[in-house]
């Protein structure tokens, strides 16, 4: 856990702003030109409840693997699912989002109404772009449509110009 030195409010590993008090985090910077890990480790092998556990559903808090929202400051939990659409719901439409993005601005920030996808399997995630008009970047740069990438904590999307870092907490 990080503590913010602001107010001394507790928030998970990556996190970039206190959700209290607002106070930024002072990060290590990485270099831009690091390369996408093939493999992602420890935090996602307890997703998958062995074949006679009880799974107790999570609370915001307790969810391993959250979005965070890099301009607008919100932090999005993901619980109880191993794949994710991520869009924006207007009105009259069929087919929605698992992550609603309308309420964060998503037509402003240019987010498709289905833009892409995060998928969970385990011990991966995957980005995946579904066309968008406006495009998806993984560490600044363009990712083709259709085609998994993959993502670990820390790395940050963006969804025509909204900016989403993930985070996975162990």
Request: a negative charge; aromatic letters at 8%; charged letters at 20%.
């Given at each position: 856990?990080i503590t913010c030195?602001?107010c001394?409010?507790?928030e998970?590993?990556?996190a970039l702003f206190?959700k209290?008090?607002?106070a930024?985090f002072v990060?290590?910077?990485r270099?831009p030109?690091m390369t996408?890990p093939?493999?992602?480790t420890?935090p996602?092998?307890?997703?998958i409840?062995e074949?006679?556990?009880?799974v107790?559903p999570?609370?915001p808090?307790?969810?391993?693997?959250?979005?965070?929202l890099?301009?607008?400051?919100?932090?999005?939990?993901?619980e109880?699912?191993?794949?994710?659409?991520?869009?924006?719901s207007?009105?009259?439409?069929p087919?929605l989002?698992?992550?609603d993005?309308?309420?964060y601005?998503?037509?402003?920030y240019g987010?498709?109404?289905l833009?892409?996808?995060i998928?969970?399997?385990?011990?991966?995630?995957?980005l995946?772009?579904?066309?968008?008009a406006?495009?998806t970047q993984?560490?600044?740069?363009?990712?083709s449509p259709n085609?998994?990438?993959?993502?670990t904590?820390?790395d940050i999307?963006?969804l025509g110009?909204?900016k989403?870092?993930l985070?996975?907490s162990?």
């Amino acid at each position: 856990m990080i503590t913010c030195p602001n107010c001394g409010n507790k928030e998970i590993p990556g996190a970039l702003f206190c959700k209290e008090c607002g106070a930024q985090f002072v990060t290590i910077s990485r270099d831009p030109t690091m390369t996408i890990p093939s493999r992602i480790t420890d935090p996602f092998h307890e997703l998958i409840p062995e074949e006679n556990e009880q799974v107790v559903p999570p609370t915001p808090e307790d969810a391993r693997i959250s979005l965070f929202l890099i301009d607008i400051g919100e932090v999005i939990p993901l619980e109880g699912f191993l794949e994710y659409t991520i869009g924006r719901s207007s009105e009259d439409q069929p087919i929605l989002p698992d992550i609603d993005l309308a309420p964060y601005h998503g037509y402003e920030y240019g987010v498709s109404r289905l833009h892409a996808s995060i998928k969970i399997d385990p011990p991966y995630a995957f980005l995946i772009d579904f066309g968008s008009a406006n495009g998806t970047q993984l560490n600044g740069q363009k990712i083709s449509p259709n085609k998994p990438y993959p993502i670990t904590h820390g790395d940050i999307f963006i969804l025509g110009e909204m900016k989403i870092q993930l985070l996975v907490s162990r």
